[in-house]
T-cell receptor, first 110, second 113 residues
Framework: GESVGLHLPTLSVQEGDNSIINCAYS??????FIWYKQESGKGPQFIID?????DKRQGQRVTVLLNKTVKHLSLQIAATQPGDSAVYFC?????????FGAGTTVTVRA | ETGVTQTPRHLVMGMTNKKSLKCEQH?????MYWYKQSAKKPLELMFV???????ENNSVPSRFSPECPNSSHLFLHLHTLQPEDSALYLC????????????FGSGTQLSVL
């Protein structure tokens, strides 16, 4: 069955605000996690990743947080822009196989 | 441009047709994948070719047949499909074991009539 899931299927955010997208996973043996962004008509694009020996990792305007105790992953987007409108997927890796959640659709309001 | 190219971008076929999806990666990776993306469902792994071995999802019907002639090219041969097979088919590549992240193509949007 599905081992990765997102808490909310949709998120509406005001332009300029911060976005938080959540993901729960169930496989405690997973050692690597990735966030992908998928815009309309395109394939998923890598945003940021984190290994299980870390709690936090920062990129450009994005931060991923990993809480292994409750098996929770989140993606924070700072100062959300219209170009951030997309579907966001979390994925967990176990033995070189990625399992994906169903995705959260983020809509940015002007 | 992700370095993974899929053709065609769109395909409409009847249930009795035979067609093939093509994928080419220019990243020098050693593993290639087919995923199926249906509306409001997680990406479903169909097939993996890595280090010249094929790993498949046992739930994939035999009307889908993959072919990987070399590490840069991947095909998905389709025959006698059903309407429920309509979906976005994504190809991806990766370099294992050094890097587990996948690089995806833009997909082929398949409609089965």
């Amino acid at each position: 069955g599905e081992s990765v899931g997102l808490h909310l299927p949709t998120l509406s955010v005001q332009e300029g605000d911060n976005s938080i997208i959540n993901c729960a996973y169930s496989n405690s043996a997973s050692d690597y996690f990735i966030w992908y962004k998928q815009e309309s008509g395109k394939g998923p694009q890598f945003i940021i990743d984190i290994r299980s020996n870390m709690d936090k990792r920062q990129g450009q305007r994005v931060t991923v947080l990993l809480n292994k105790t409750v098996k929770h992953l989140s993606l924070q987007i700072a100062a959300t822009q219209p170009g951030d409108s997309a579907v966001y997927f979390c994925a967990e890796n176990n033995d070189y196989k990625l399992s994906f959640g169903a995705g959260t659709t983020v809509t940015v309001r002007a | 441009e992700t370095g993974v190219t899929q053709t065609p971008r769109h395909l409409v076929m009847g249930m009795t047709n035979k067609k093939s999806l093509k994928c080419e990666q220019h990243l020098g990776h050693n593993a290639m994948y087919w995923y199926k993306q249906s509306a409001k469902k997680p990406l479903e792994l169909m097939f993996v070719y890595s280090l010249e071995e094929r790993v498949e999802n046992n739930s994939v019907p035999s009307r889908f047949s993959p072919e990987c002639p070399n590490s840069s090219h991947l095909f998905l041969h389709l025959h006698t499909l059903q309407p429920e097979d309509s979906a976005l088919y994504l190809c991806a590549s990766s370099q294992i074991p050094e890097d587990e992240k996948l690089f995806f193509g833009s997909g082929t949007q398949l409609s089965v009539l």
